[in-house]
């Protein structure tokens, strides 16, 4: 399963494509450090925008105007000064404040991945939930506060899920993140199972 339009989140940029925004667009030190929430929340924003006939005034169709969009969601995803933006619900509650503000019913679907690994949902429920927002054309943003065994992955660190499928041969689901530019493929169960610190998904979809 993949959103129906990946390439809403590619750019071409001195001849090369990258895969997704990249918090390093911030102006200042502090904000490209600590961007990553921001910057997929602002991913989630613009894809629904294409889609939903640019319903906020926002604009994708050059760094310079997603510089713009950055910095207008970090008013209202803003992380904080020690731990950045380590939770869905930080991350939902600032969403809600700029859809509210630009007067949109749309609305955070999350999924949040406890510490505590008996708490955590399992992998079917897990999947569940990542098919159900890419089935509704939404692409997902995924806390990852530790990144267990997955190699590829940066603890501490918010990412945009675009793809789930599942791979026969290796009896596993794999996921398809956009990252800074970059474009990488991890197990999901191995991260779910590895974790120690879980993290969490988020969505954004129409009422």
Request: with cysteine; charged share 20%; aromatic share 14%.
């Amino acid at each position: 399963m993949e959103i129906k339009h990946p390439e809403w989140l590619q750019i071409e940029s001195d001849n090369q494509t990258l895969y997704g925004y990249n918090q390093g667009w911030y102006k200042t030190s502090f904000q490209r450090t600590r961007g990553c929430g921001p910057t997929t929340a602002a991913m989630l924003l613009l894809y629904l925008n294409m889609r939903e006939t640019e319903s906020l005034p926002y604009q994708s169709h050059s760094i310079s105007a997603i510089t713009k969009v950055l910095e207008d969601v970090w008013n209202f995803v803003t992380p904080g000064w020690l731990l950045g933006l380590n939770s869905t619900g930080k991350f939902c509650k600032g969403m809600e404040v700029l859809l509210g503000q630009y007067g949109l019913r749309w609305k955070c679907r999350e999924l949040s991945l406890s510490v505590f690994k008996f708490k955590r949902p399992s992998l079917s429920q897990v999947v569940k939930f990542l098919e159900d927002g890419i089935a509704s054309d939404c692409p997902i943003a995924f806390l990852n506060l530790h990144k267990g065994r997955v190699t590829v992955l940066e603890s501490w660190h918010w990412i945009v899920l675009v793809s789930l499928s599942y791979d026969v041969s290796q009896n596993c689901y794999m996921a398809t993140c956009y990252d800074g530019g970059l474009l990488i493929t991890f197990d999901l169960g191995l991260w779910l199972e590895t974790t120690r610190l879980g993290g969490g998904f988020v969505y954004v979809t129409k009422e």
